[in-house]
């Protein structure tokens, strides 16, 4: 969960430096249409033939798709197009709140005092480390343009427990992630007609790695945490993403670290640590999956049909 998080946080700087030479669904929808690719040849090899999903797995696919990958990675390059990466950060920082809080109403999850604690730590934290910044928001559209990231990203996470009991990680990431980029690619092509990409060593550089790394390594090692934990003790992670992108920014394109911002980063991992849910008791003989499908103990088996 740790890497799948440094790498996306790396990946913010990345996109958006390739954005210059290109336009953000043309981005989304090359960079998905690669990553597809390499998921179904990792699934193949490692997991057996794709399955082909019928009747209602297929709409729960496509669901996921819609909101995991269209919706998500067009609210959040298109928002990267018009303003600071820091700011794209601090909206989708507030994924684990959307999580938890819907878990809670439904009545799917009950967290103790210490987790809300930990996560209202975690988002005062990541406030601390966007605030501190010099970025500003140019306007409300921008803002509305940005909430579709960790709203799309909230709803295919609680998606994806209903599929995760019946495909393999590796298979159901490379279905998802295909679909996704069969649904980015008209859109990527429209505008690519507009505005013709400048193609670069650096910028397929930037596109290897949003491709391979971002979205076939990092959902290669994301989705068994899902399986294993259940959306509310991994979307927690998330919290650490907008200070790790300050950092990657720092390294990379040399923007500063203020200590303001450290503080910030410092004050996250413990909202982390603390707003993490305890994992269930194990029994002895069983596996930590089967362990979050338990009738009536998680989520997961709380929404599967």
């Known amino acids: 969960m740790l890497a799948a998080t440094i790498i996306w946080s790396v990946n913010v700087v990345v996109v958006k430096l390739a954005l210059t030479n290109s336009g953000p669904f043309t981005y989304s929808a090359v960079r998905y249409v690669l990553g597809g690719l390499a998921l179904c040849g990792l699934a193949r090899w490692l997991e057996g033939p794709l399955v082909r999903p019928r009747g209602t797995d297929a709409w729960l696919i496509a669901a996921a798709a819609l909101t995991g990958v269209l919706i998500n990675q067009a609210s959040f390059a298109g928002a990267l197009a018009l303003t600071n990466p820091d700011n794209v950060a601090m909206i989708s920082g507030t994924t684990p709140l959307l999580v938890a809080g819907w878990l809670a109403w439904r009545g799917w999850e009950h967290f103790r005092a210490r987790v809300w604690a930990g996560l209202g730590l975690g988002l005062a934290g990541l406030a601390l480390v966007v605030g501190a910044g010099a970025g500003g928001w140019t306007s409300w559209l921008v803002v509305v343009v940005a909430l579709g990231n960790p709203l799309g990203w909230a709803v295919y996470l609680l998606l994806l427990p209903r599929l995760l009991g019946r495909y393999r990680p590796l298979t159901l990431a490379a279905l998802v992630t295909v679909v996704g980029a069969v649904m980015l690619v008209p859109f990527g092509a429209v505008e690519a007609v507009a505005?013709?990409?400048?193609?670069?060593?650096?910028?397929?550089?930037?596109?290897?790695?949003?491709?391979?790394?971002?979205?076939?390594?990092?959902?290669?090692?994301?989705?068994?945490?899902?399986?294993?934990?259940?959306?509310?003790?991994?979307?927690?992670?998330?919290?650490?993403?907008?200070?790790?992108?300050?950092?990657?920014?720092?390294?990379?394109?040399?923007?500063?670290?203020?200590?303001?911002?450290?503080?910030?980063?410092?004050?996250?991992?413990?909202?982390?640590?603390?707003?993490?849910?305890?994992?269930?008791?194990?029994?002895?003989?069983?596996?930590?999956?089967?362990?979050?499908?338990?009738?009536?103990r998680s989520f997961g088996d709380a929404v599967r049909p």
Do not use: C, D, K, N
């Open 195 to 296: 505005r013709h990409p400048h193609v670069t060593w650096s910028w397929l550089g930037l596109l290897a790695y949003s491709g391979l790394a971002a979205v076939a390594l990092a959902t290669w090692l994301y989705l068994p945490g899902v399986r294993s934990l259940g959306p509310a003790r991994t979307i927690v992670y998330s919290y650490l993403q907008p200070f790790l992108t300050v950092v990657a920014a720092g390294v990379l394109i040399g923007e500063p670290v203020l200590p303001l911002q450290l503080l910030g980063g410092a004050i996250m991992l413990v909202g982390v640590v603390w707003g993490r849910p305890r994992p269930r008791p194990l029994v002895v003989g069983q596996e930590p999956s089967a362990v979050a499908r338990l009738p009536g």
